[in-house]
């Protein structure tokens, strides 16, 4: 089986072709959307991070983010406090469902300490356990926390996947993950999401993509009206 015999595209193209596209793709975008390095290294702390980011701005996300760890220092300390003291502490910072984070906050560090010795499991099945954790924040973990290649799927690579014909339009975002670990060499893996978020924040934009600025025009199925907008979810 595999990703590829599954859904439709709205264009003809064989595996190969696509394998080849997707590959250079990745280098351009690796290229020119270069970090200096990957933020690698503290699994919980990325964890915590990433039940923050959802649906929020990356600099509140930022901002909070250090705050809590100033005033919380590390996992003890927040496995002690009660679910309303972190609501509250989220609240009053500007935090989007609050209630819901705040309680994922505490029960996380509760059962990390408890179930797994202080330390975040490093499987996507066991993080994915925990409360707050869908498959996104699992990988980011995977990826940031602990070094290893995956591709957390965000907003941003699901649609850049869509628009460059390397997922088909309708799936759900874990299938196009799918799509693009068959696609993409797996040694790239990690740089895949660091570098759509970065092009889906400065070209690839959700509204008004700027194609004309776009170093990837002669790549892109969605610049050639291969792809049209309403196609994809
Ligand atoms: S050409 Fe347009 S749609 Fe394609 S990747 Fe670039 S900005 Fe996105």
Redesign the pocket.
Same mark, same amino acid.
């Given at each position: 089986m595999g990703a590829k015999n599954s859904h439709s595209f709205t264009f003809e193209e064989n595996w190969n072709e696509k394998k080849r596209r997707a590959h250079e793709i990745v280098k351009r975008l690796m290229n020119y959307h270069q970090r200096e390095k990957l933020l690698i290294g503290d699994p919980y702390k990325t964890l915590i991070h990433c039940i923050i980011s959802q649906r929020m701005r990356d600099e509140v996300t930022y901002k909070v983010w250090k705050m809590l760890f100033e005033k919380y220092k590390n996992i003890r300390t927040i496995a002690k406090i009660s679910p309303e003291e972190m609501q509250d502490f989220l609240r009053k910072n500007g935090v989007g469902l609050w209630k819901a984070k705040g309680e994922w906050i505490v029960k996380s560090s509760q059962i990390i300490l408890e179930k797994y010795g202080g330390k975040v499991p490093d499987k996507i099945e066991e993080l994915m356990k925990l409360p707050g954790i869908g498959r996104k924040c699992a990988n980011i973990v995977l990826a940031y926390g602990f070094g290893q290649q995956t591709i957390p799927v965000d907003t941003h690579v699901n649609r /850049?996947s869509k628009?460059?014909g390397l997922a088909p339009p309708k799936i759900a975002p874990e299938k196009v993950e799918e799509y693009l670990k068959e696609l993409i060499p797996e040694r790239l893996w990690i740089y895949v999401n660091h570098a759509m978020v970065d092009?889906g924040k400065s /070209?690839?934009?959700p509204i008004k993509?700027?194609?004309s600025?776009?170093?990837?025009?002669d790549l892109?199925p969605?610049?050639k009206g291969l792809i049209k907008k309403e196609d994809i979810k």
């Open positions: /850049i628009r460059l092009h /070209i690839c934009r993509p700027k194609c600025e776009c170093f990837l025009q892109c969605y610049n």
